[in-house]
């Protein structure tokens, strides 16, 4: 029953498909269904393929050279035609001798540029032909340079390919230029080279390629007074120069040479014995001689040595051409700059050099400086003091001319002293001028100056340093009057303080004790200050005049602090307020003379300077380091002693009287402290170099003003003083009136009455 179905299934779809149309791949035609040429559509397949048709179908098949992905594609499919690569078969698609260069949808087989090669590695490439591994290609006279697709071969010195860079160099005939070694040597060519024979009484100091230069030995001539060491080495530098110029070749290479000159300079300067200017203008100028014949013989381009005493360093350049560009040489203690055409000059031999040449501790003596004295026309009447601030240094070139050079040189200088040029202190650049045998500025110049270093500009070349120039400040007459008035005042006042609180007995006490000695501390100081502060013409009577000096004003911090610890006792203790004299007098006296002792011990030096019979600058620390910890002190005291007297002020039953005593008390030694400390703010300023006209008038001023203040703190504005001072002027004055009014009765009496005088007389008595 199935079986049934099914067929009547299937016969029923053919004759319903038989009855609508035909197949896919097929139209109908009449009454009879034929094939569809899909092909007719244009590009169906796209570029590079062909459409095939087929019986209900079709395919596309691509051209040769062109590979079909998927195969036989259609466009439902989506597939493409791709380009072959026909170099890059395993079968070689050209001959060994060709390359292969693929196109689109074929490849073509050519020859490699000139200078390269197939690379069988990779088929569609060249490689370059390295042409340098012939060691024929160039000889043996020049180094082969491969170049991609070519070669160069570079000459070496003395050989040449007259501008073929592909052929092989011959020796170059150097004589036929008669320039070569000028007219002072024979030319005499070699392979690849040549050498310049000097002439008798000429050199070239062994280089043996540059021009000869006459050699005057005579410039190494050993004087009878010459110091024993210095003859030695002009003795060895002769006899070198003198070996060079009759054989050309010195009996020691340069470097020897210099090694020897710099040890034996350094002996020299140890030794201690050039200062005068005779020997100093024979050792200076045999370092610059010296250098002339070691500079052209040191073969390194720069040499440098160093000993304990000596610095050197020297720069050498060779060459058929002359150098050119900036030079710069430098020491521990100095800088040089200039140019290779200054070192060179006109004149090149085939050679330069230059040296700089340091020296330290070497000194200078007074006789030394008259020259820039005389230059200088405004210094001749002020009374300067001159002084090396550098290290002396020698510069030496190969240019023979150096007198007047064509462009100046840099020097810059590096100050042995850290000090800026100010009113009283002033730089210049000297140069040794061996013909006065003294330092000259003549031809040198300042360029600019600072705390720590000079930079000089010079038109010759000698040897060089920094002059340090001490102005002595002047100080105007109104200074010195306001000075000397004022200590006068101060010490009139401090005397009369001294008096003062010595016989007042109603303030008799530990704190009157005090302001004495106070007084007696600050009354020795100003007396001292005012007498011996510009002794200085004695060395010793200056170190004890400073001496002096920091022991009375230490003293008189130190009891000013003795003054705040019984103020502080008196507020808050209530017995046993006073202090005993002996602690008094070893806080008072002893703490300052032990510190005066343990400075003088340390450092003797420190008391006494040029200007000033006080501690020296980098000394001051022993004055000011104790006066600070003082005042420190003191103002704790001070501050402790108002807060106890407020909290007494504001208690329900205070004794007001005590208090404000001791209130009036601790005001007046608060302004003593501010005026005190006050002056030495400004005190620690007076003696430095760099002290300002206005630092001196107000240290003048508060130091003037002190014991007057002192007088109206302590004894104007005490009224037990004031009452006491009453009491002295009324008897003095009572005193008067009644050895007046005694002498006035008694000529009356005898006048009127002369014959009774033993009955008055004795009544009187009576």
Wanted: charged share 20%.
């Amino acid at each position: 029953m199935e079986l049934q179905w099914a067929l009547l299934v299937l016969g029923f779809f053919l004759l319903s498909t038989e009855s609508h149309g035909c197949g896919v791949g097929y139209i109908k035609k009449n009454t009879n269904c034929t094939d569809e040429d899909e092909c007719e559509t244009p590009s169906l397949c796209g570029e590079n393929s062909q459409c095939v048709n087929t019986h209900g179908s079709y395919y596309c098949t691509c051209n040769e050279g062109f590979l079909s992905i998927p195969p036989n594609f259609t466009a439902s499919t989506a597939g493409e035609c791709v380009d072959i690569n026909e170099c890059f078969d395993k079968t070689p698609a050209c001959p060994s001798d060709l390359v292969c260069v693929n196109t689109i949808g074929s490849y073509n087989c050519t020859n490699c540029p000139k200078g390269f090669i197939r690379d069988p590695k990779l088929n569609s490439s060249c490689k370059d032909i390295d042409e340098c591994k012939d060691p024929d290609v160039c000889g043996t006279n020049a180094d082969c340079k491969n170049l991609p697709g070519s070669f160069i071969c570079e000459c070496h010195t003395g050989y040449s390919n007259y501008s073929n860079n592909q052929s092989k160099c011959t020796d170059i005939d150097e004589c036929k230029d008669p320039d070569v070694c000028g007219t002072n040597a024979d030319c005499k060519n070699h392979i690849g080279s040549f050498i310049c024979e000097c002439h008798k009484g000429y050199s070239n100091y062994g280089n043996n390629q540059s021009k000869c230069t006459e050699m005057n030995c005579d410039e190494f001539k050993i004087e009878s007074d010459m110091q024993g060491k210095l003859k030695d080495i002009l003795t060895l530098l002769r006899d070198s120069c003198e070996s060079l110029r009759d054989t050309g070749v010195g009996r020691q290479t340069g470097e020897q040479l210099l090694e020897i000159l710099i040890t034996s300079t350094d002996y020299l300067l140890s030794d201690g014995n050039i200062a005068d200017s005779e020997t100093l203008s024979q050792f200076l100028d045999a370092v610059e001689n010296s250098m002339h014949l070691i500079g052209p013989q040191l073969k390194a381009p720069v040499t440098r040595m160093e000993t304990h005493n000596t610095f050197a360093e020297v720069a050498v350049r060779r060459g058929q051409a002359p150098p050119s560009g900036c030079v710069t040489l430098s020491t521990d203690s100095a800088l040089f700059n200039t140019s290779w055409e200054t070192v060179v000059g006109k004149s090149y031999p085939g050679f330069g050099f230059v040296a700089l040449v340091s020296y330290k501790d070497m000194e200078s003596s007074s006789d030394q400086f008259h020259t820039i004295s005389r230059e200088r026309s405004d210094d001749r009447e002020r009374n300067i003091t001159y002084q090396l601030n550098s290290k002396v240094v020698t510069a030496v070139v190969s240019n023979p001319e150096t007198k007047q050079l064509s462009e100046p040189v840099t020097l810059i200088f590096t100050h042995e002293q850290e000090r800026a040029e100010s009113e009283g202190v002033g730089y210049s650049c000297v140069y040794w001028n061996e013909a006065e045998g003294a330092w000259s500025g003549r031809g040198c110049e300042e360029a600019w100056s600072n705390s720590t270093h000079t930079a000089c500009s010079c038109s010759h070349l000698s040897s060089f340093a920094v002059l340090m120039a001490l102005y002595p400040i002047q100080e105007s007459f109104e200074l010195v009057l306001i000075t000397r008035v004022g200590l006068v005042l101060s010490l009139l006042c401090l005397f009369l303080c001294i008096l003062t609180f010595r016989f007042c007995r109603s303030i008799q006490g530990t704190r009157n004790s005090i302001h004495l000695h106070l007084s007696v501390c600050l009354f020795i100081a100003d007396l001292v200050f005012l007498c011996g502060i510009s002794s200085t013409h004695d060395q010793v009577g200056c170190a004890i005049v400073a001496g002096l000096l920091h022991f009375f004003f230490l003293s008189a911090f130190c009891w000013m602090l003795l003054e705040g610890v019984q103020l502080y006792r008196m507020v808050v203790l209530v017995f046993h307020t006073t202090l005993k004299h002996l602690y008094m007098y070893a806080a008072g006296y002893g703490v300052p003379l032990a510190i005066v002792i343990i400075s003088a011990i340390s450092y003797p030096r420190g008391y006494g300077t040029d200007r000033h019979c006080w501690l020296s600058l980098e000394f001051m620390w022993s004055f000011f380091a104790p006066v600070c910890i003082i005042v420190v002190l003191n103002s704790l005291f001070f501050i402790i002693t108002v807060w106890k007297l407020a909290e007494k002020f504001s208690s329900l039953n205070p004794d007001l009287s005590k208090l404000r005593n001791i209130r009036g008390f601790t005001v007046t030694a608060v302004a003593q402290l501010c005026v005190l400390g006050g002056m030495w703010v400004f005190g620690c300023f007076l003696f430095q170099e760099e002290g300002t006209q206005v630092v001196l008038y107000l240290f003048t001023i508060l130091n003037s003003l002190q014991g007057a203040l002192i007088f109206i703190m302590h004894c104007l504005l005490s009224k037990q003083v004031r009452e006491e001072y009453c009491k002295l002027i009324s008897r003095i004055c009572s005193d008067k009136e009644k050895k007046y009014s005694d002498f006035s009765t008694n000529q009356s009496s005898n006048s009127q009455r002369p014959l009774r005088s033993d009955q008055s007389t004795a009544e009187s008595k009576i």
